[in-house]
């Protein structure tokens, strides 16, 4: 069976996101790109016009997984707010584990972002409603006296993202899963005190 146009461009961004992240960007080639998804030049340059236009495309790929499938997805449930930003944090990745993707690289927007300002841009801009989410999930929790009330939701959503971006940097430590699963159980613990 011929596979449908749609298919072509859904390999060249996850091959784009395996070698991004296993080599990363500026050493990983359009050449490359298309060995490893399989794509002739012109069927690449049909959906990219340059490999930033596929970067932009790998990070909201990447992002858009954590949303619909990843950790993030966890925060759409009924229940209690503190439920809710349990399971999420539960269901991040482990430092090892693979990512958002299903790539045994761990949020490879969060490391090309360290290579070029737009990417960084990008992903911020991406990333942004998961922290109003989890911000807003706090501030009714409060209100809904759910929550203590003197938690500040504003602080603890940049606490809880922080974290969940954080667990990208711990194999740069020398691949510490301690360190890790240290910060997950504290914010577990500290999230479980302010339950009312």
């Known amino acids: 069976m011929p596979r449908r146009p749609s298919d072509a461009r859904k390999r060249i961004v996850q091959a784009a996101l395996e070698l991004f992240g296993r080599r990363g960007y500026h050493d990983t080639s359009i050449a490359d790109i298309l060995e490893e998804s399989g794509c002739t030049r012109g069927v690449l340059y049909h959906y990219f016009s340059s490999k930033e236009e596929l970067g932009y495309a790998a990070i ?6 954590l949303f619909e499938r990843g950790a993030v997805s966890h925060l759409q449930s009924d229940g209690h707010p503190i439920d809710r930003l349990l399971t999420a944090l539960d269901a991040m990745p482990t430092v090892d584990g693979p ?3 299903g790539s045994s690289v761990a949020n490879v927007s969060l490391r090309m972002a360290s290579v070029h300002d737009g ?6 801009e991406r990333v942004a409603p998961a922290d109003g989410q989890v911000e807003e999930i706090v501030r009714r ?3 809904d006296g759910k929550i203590a009330a003197s938690v500040d939701p504003r602080v603890l959503a940049h606490v809880f993202i922080t974290m969940g971006a954080g667990i990208h940097v711990a194999p740069l430590l020398h691949g510490r899963e301690v360190i890790w699963e240290d910060a997950r159980r504290w914010l577990k613990e500290y999230l479980n005190s302010l339950r009312t």
């Open 60 to 65: 909201d790929e990447e992002v858009g997984a």
């Open 99 to 101: 990512g958002v993707t």
């Open 141 to 143: 929790g409060t209100a």
């Open 119 to 124: 990417f960084r841009k990008r992903a911020a």
